[in-house]
């Protein structure tokens, strides 16, 4: 509370002042928002295009509307915050059971196939149930650390594929698409966590069923903004809700068959009376605390959120250090020194490279993959700004445009790791708000930890084994919203060989 009133008190927003509000007649209210309507929000996503670029779009209405404005989208409207005060103001009202849109689109297809609901889409009590059972052994530090060793031998996998890729195709040193290829480690790091088990993405020849996977979910996020546009009672008749639904069963079969081996193998070690320990998913098992078709909605959620994240963020950090040479050789200066010649890092190590750290920080800064998050009031109507918002209002944090606010962070379009480095002058004058990456309270990222371990050993070790220089042809990459926040072309760099002894 001491917290929103200095916040309010920055701002210089009054609280439920009638006379003040400057509304004749009482409190301003969302009515009294500006903002553009339906109509020209569908001339802004399809005639000017910012359909792919959305997260350019806040950047834009920010300029014309001021930080908060209202946008009409189909059935929805939506309050776009584009401040870090005000971004606070609205996380810090949140309530006990955090909502962050009703995501209609993925919850009716969960009804349609009687499937359960996950920690992304759930609701009120049963999502708190949900984040009690998931969130032990997703964030608590002493398991997370022990999933260094797991995650060490994708890292060596992916650094052989590296070698092998610039055999094959790139002249020794050339790696074309580095977004796809880190897709894969990515995809088969979050599953060696979740269910101890190798899927061979990292292997000569991807198979098919996770190239479907990769596929799947691409779609899946690619049409989401589309269904939204329309009204529910319209969406079996959308030419593309049938593709919608193809997606997500995909998605399910993939993460059904992945739980049921490991039921088979958990059964397996129980009728040999071995001990059964182990993943992620064989500790749900065995807690019994969810049924089986809860632990799949479940896992399904958890395997969507955990790939393009990680990836999308770790091949934004090797594009900037590749542009950045000076950057990248504190960096590697820091992990030679923290974790010298041929030793494996674990969290130990981690914890004494915070210019490793920086650079991650850095670089959600500069491409937040969740580019703008959103808030439903449930509980209470609430003030923001000098507004009164009643219940069910669908905010949008617009934290793309926030993250690189002139007024926020200087130099916002620079990569300057430094700027997070804990004692320096612009660190302690850092908005807390400005750049939340991961979100925000108890609704905040689940796989927080976990992410930020795989890309602080992929990172440290890539570094230390390559120099990573950019793509000679001089391509420049710009991000493009998918739903996440996603590099726009191929990502292309040279990783050149620093020798053996470094891995
Ligand atoms: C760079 C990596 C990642 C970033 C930047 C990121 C970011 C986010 C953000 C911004 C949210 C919304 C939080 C909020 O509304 O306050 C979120 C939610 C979530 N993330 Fe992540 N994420 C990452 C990786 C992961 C990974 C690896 C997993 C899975 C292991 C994961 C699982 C989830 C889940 C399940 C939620 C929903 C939580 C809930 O609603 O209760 N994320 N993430």
């Given at each position: 509370r001491a917290r929103l009133a200095r916040t309010h008190f920055r701002s210089g927003a009054v609280h439920a002042a009638p006379a003040s509000s400057g509304v004749a007649g009482g409190q301003k209210t969302i009515d009294d928002l500006g903002g553009p309507s339906f109509l020209t929000t569908l001339n802004w996503l399809f005639v000017k295009g910012f359909l792919p670029k959305m997260q350019q779009m806040q950047v834009e209405q920010r300029k014309i509307y001021g930080p908060l404005w209202k946008s009409k989208y189909g059935?929805?409207?939506?309050?776009?915050?584009?401040?870090?005060?005000?971004?606070?103001?609205?996380?810090?009202?949140?309530?006990?059971?955090?909502?962050?849109?009703?995501?209609?689109?993925?919850?009716?297809?969960?009804?349609?196939?009687?499937?359960?609901?996950?920690?992304?889409?759930?609701?009120?009590?049963?999502?708190?149930?949900?984040?009690?059972?998931?969130?032990?052994?997703?964030?608590?530090?002493?398991?997370?650390?022990?999933?260094?060793?797991?995650?060490?031998?994708?890292?060596?996998?992916?650094?052989?594929?590296?070698?092998?890729?610039?055999?094959?195709?790139?002249?020794?040193?050339?790696?074309?698409d580095v977004a796809g290829e880190l897709y894969k480690f990515a995809f088969e790091g979050i599953c060696s966590v979740l269910f101890e088990n190798r899927m061979g993405c990292l292997n000569e020849e991807v198979p098919e069923e996770t190239q479907k996977f990769i596929f799947s979910v691409g779609e899946m996020f690619r049409l989401s903004p589309l269904v939204v546009l329309f009204p529910k009672y319209m969406w079996p008749y959308l030419p593309f809700w049938k593709q919608f639904v193809q997606a997500w069963d995909y998605l399910f079969k993939v993460a059904e068959e992945l739980v049921h081996k490991k039921m088979e193998e958990i059964q397996n070690k129980v009728d040999l009376q071995q001990s059964v320990e182990g993943a992620y998913l064989t500790h749900l098992l065995l807690s019994e605390k969810m049924s089986v078709t809860e632990i799949l909605g479940s896992i399904t959620e958890l395997l969507l959120a955990g790939v393009d994240t990680t990836s999308n963020t770790i091949s934004w950090s090797l594009y900037q250090l590749a542009q950045n040479p000076d950057v990248q050789e504190r960096l590697y200066q820091e992990v030679s020194a923290v974790c010298p010649g041929d030793q494996l890092p674990n969290s130990d190590h981690i914890a004494q490279m915070p210019y490793l750290k920086a650079v991650i920080r850095e670089t959600l800064r500069l491409y937040p993959v969740v580019p703008g998050n959103a808030r439903v009031t449930v509980d209470n109507e609430i003030m923001v700004g000098d507004y009164l918002f009643p219940k069910q209002t669908l905010f949008h944090l617009c934290h793309y445009c926030v993250s690189h606010d002139e007024s926020v962070f200087l130099n916002s379009h620079a990569f300057q790791p430094e700027r997070w480095l804990r004692g320096t002058e612009e660190k302690s004058k850092q908005h807390p708000f400005g750049s939340v990456p991961f979100g925000f309270g108890v609704r905040a990222c689940l796989g927080r930890r976990v992410a930020e371990l795989e890309m602080y050993l992929l990172l440290s070790r890539l570094i230390r084994r390559f120099e990573v220089r950019p793509d000679p042809a001089g391509t420049e990459v710009k991000p493009i919203t998918r739903t996440l926040l996603c590099p726009a072309k191929p990502i292309n760099l040279q990783f050149l060989d620093r020798g053996a002894g470094q891995t």
């Open positions: 059935p929805l409207t939506v309050v776009n915050v584009a401040s870090a005060d005000l971004i606070e103001q609205v996380l810090r009202q949140e309530g006990r059971h955090p909502v962050r849109t009703d995501m209609p689109h993925w919850r009716r297809y969960r009804e349609l196939r009687n499937q359960a609901h996950g920690p992304l889409t759930e609701m009120g009590a049963k999502w708190l149930r949900i984040r009690s059972i998931l969130n032990p052994r997703m964030l608590k530090p002493k398991h997370v650390s022990s999933y260094a060793s797991t995650i060490n031998q994708v890292v060596t996998d992916f650094i052989q594929r590296v070698l092998w890729l610039g055999a094959q195709a790139g002249g020794g040193v050339m790696v074309h």
